[in-house]
């Protein structure tokens, strides 16, 4: 069964100078009747992928969620909000693809995907009650299906509220040569070998980032206390990375089988003094060295990581 309800935004005065400043998209899956006050969620793996390239990857555990006002909206399993994604989001039109895969690959259950574009200013109107209702979201929409196993969901939206790069407009990377590979290799065994005292490379890499206070960071001296007890960070060898092209100019690079750099034993950031310096020193590595890095290719024909 598939079931694509459109709620269409009403073109009133009170929208025609109000900015989109976001989108978001929330996505729940399900067993039970909407008709009731609440609905289980279904327990798997969801992943979002924003622009073909894997955005967040989100666990859902079984539990009782809220069925909310007229509509029947389900409180999210998973949020994501586009005006938080990032350099990998477009100014202009671009593509959030979310995939799901329930623990129990012959359940039979429900799902909800809603989205909603979020203004500058709010509008009031009148429901079915005569109650009024104010509201700083327009466009809104919900695309619920029946589904066994994985189910994928892909939309297209709008976001010129995103900040426009100059590498957005690079040329879109259709295949690998040994030597571009070689670069890229050499490039992430680099940024592993700056995790050194003095740290430069890292503060470097904090700049620009949001919720990162590379001053704060640095007089707080969470990565020399972190490299004090013992933690380091090592990148893979060549033959253990892995490139995924993504129809534009990144290629997305992880580790074959896990993360692309490693830190060491996480209990050694038990030993750091402090719990303060041990959430600082963990959040700037999570940040300085993710998961995955996505590389591009400049103008002069090297590599560098852009997010």
């Known amino acids: ?7 269409l935004a009403l073109f009133c005065s009170p929208w025609a100078s109000a900015n989109v400043v976001n989108v978001e998209f929330k996505f729940t899956p399900y067993t039970g009747d909407l008709k009731n006050d609440t609905v289980e969620t279904v327990p ?5 992928f924003l622009n073909n ?18 509509d029947r909206e ?31 690959p012959g359940l039979t259950y429900q799902t909800q995907l809603s989205w909603a574009d979020v203004t500058d200013q709010t509008s009031e109107s009148e429901n079915a009650s005569g109650s009024t209702v104010s509201t700083n979201q327009s466009g809104e929409g919900m695309d619920s299906r029946q589904a066994t196993g994985k189910i994928v969901f892909e939309r297209a939206f709008t976001a010129d509220f995103a900040t426009d790069r100059p590498w957005h ?28 005292p003095g740290f430069a490379d890292a503060y470097q890499m904090l700049e620009g980032q949001p ?12 990565l020399d206390s972190a490299y004090a007890v013992g933690v ?21 690079v992880e580790r074959k089988g896990g ?23 963990a959040m700037v590595l999570s940040v300085t060295y993710p998961p995955r890095l996505s590389f591009v290719r400049t103008p002069d024909g090297a590599w560098e990581a852009v997010y």
Not at 1 to 7: Q, R, S, T, Y
Not at 169 to 188: F, G, R, T, W
Not at 211 to 222: E, G, H, I, L, T
Not at 259 to 281: R, S, V, W, Y
């Open 211 to 222: 919720n990162m206070d590379p001053a704060a960071v640095r007089k707080s001296k969470c």
């Open 74 to 104: 389900i409180g999210p399993s998973v949020w994501v909000p586009m005006n938080s994604a990032g350099p990998v989001l477009r100014k202009g039109k671009n593509t959030v693809r979310v995939e799901f895969e329930p623990t129990d």
């Open 1 to 7: 069964m598939h079931k694509l309800i459109f709620a």
């Open 44 to 48: 798997g793996k969801a992943r979002v």
């Open 169 to 196: 407009h690079y040329p879109a990377i259709n295949a690998l040569s040994a030597a571009d590979k070689q670069q890229i290799a050499a490039a992430v065994t680099a940024r592993a070998a700056g995790f050194r």
């Open 53 to 70: 390239v894997l955005y967040a990857e989100q666990d859902i555990e079984k539990h009782t969620e809220p069925v909310l006002f007229d």
């Open 232 to 252: 380091r960070v090592t990148a893979p060898s060549a033959d253990q990375l892995e490139y995924s092209l993504t129809g534009d100019p990144e290629v997305v």
């Open 259 to 281: 993360a692309l750099f490693e830190t060491g034993n996480p209990q050694l950031f038990m030993k750091i003094h402090g719990e303060d310096n041990q959430m600082c020193a």
